[in-house]
């Protein structure tokens, strides 16, 4: 079944602290692998995919498929980046995104 | 704004009524997407469009759920005989071919 996996509902991390929001995901083929956001009272935004390798707001991600993972990384966060982050996958039908539940980043100045 | 538009932002109806939102894609884009999200949740596909032809329904979607795009434009999506499991956020995304889907600001539904 596909099914994408974010293990922590809330992150709590400092200022400056570097972040990592976890994702793991279940597909049987080759699936592309998004994370968007979204910050407080605005809608869901594209942050980042895994076939265009950007750095987006100093946030990367790699797609480890042997782990089967798309674990979101910065190295020194900051209090803009609090926000609802959620891992998105696309499989084969390139239409149909599924989603984690989201993790809650909370930065503490 | 040249975003994805949803309308209305909020609805407040009572069990057993119908309701109907709408959703504006941005103009150029020729697929449309319906996701539901409740709380604490990341959004559930439930119907995608390609143009004016409806592609796709998830199983989540009931008979009493009905979309369309009737010119490949504005897309509506109606519940009929709404029961309290149908509260939750309605999105509306659109993208342009199977590039980034961009999202409109939802659409609250509570059913009391």
């Known amino acids: 079944a596909q099914r994408v996996t974010q293990p922590e509902k809330l992150l709590s991390v400092f200022k400056g602290a570097p972040v990592e929001l976890k994702c793991n995901y279940s597909?049987?083929?080759?699936?592309?692998l998004f994370w968007y956001v979204q910050y407080s009272r605005q809608r869901l935004q594209l942050l980042l995919r895994?076939?265009?390798?950007?750095s987006i707001k100093g946030f990367t991600a790699d797609l480890n498929k042997g782990e089967t993972s798309f674990h979101l990384k910065k190295p020194f966060a900051q209090e803009e980046d609090s926000a609802m982050y959620y891992c998105?996958?696309?499989?084969?039908?390139?239409?149909?995104?599924?989603w984690g539940a989201g993790t809650k980043l909370i930065i503490k100045p | 704004d040249t975003g994805v538009s949803q309308n209305p932002r909020h609805k407040i109806t009572k069990r057993g009524q119908n309701v109907t939102f709408r959703c504006d894609p941005i103009?150029?884009?020729?697929?449309l997407y319906w996701y539901r999200q409740t709380l604490g949740q990341g959004p559930e596909f439930l119907t995608y469009?390609?143009?004016?032809?409806?592609?796709?329904k998830s199983r989540l979607l009931s008979d009493r759920f009905s979309a369309e795009r009737p010119k490949g434009s504005f897309s509506t999506l109606e519940i009929q005989r709404t029961e309290q499991g149908d509260s939750a956020m309605y999105l509306c995304?659109?993208?342009?071919?199977?590039?980034?889907?961009?999202f409109g600001p939802g659409t609250r539904l509570t059913v009391t």
């Open positions: 103009s150029e884009h020729n697929r």
């Open positions: 597909y049987s083929g080759s699936p592309e």
């Open positions: 469009f390609q143009n004016e032809a409806q592609l796709e």
């Open positions: 995304a659109s993208s342009a071919g199977v590039l980034e889907q961009y």
């Open positions: 895994h076939i265009s390798r950007e």
């Open positions: 998105a996958l696309s499989g084969d039908s390139n239409y149909q995104l599924i």
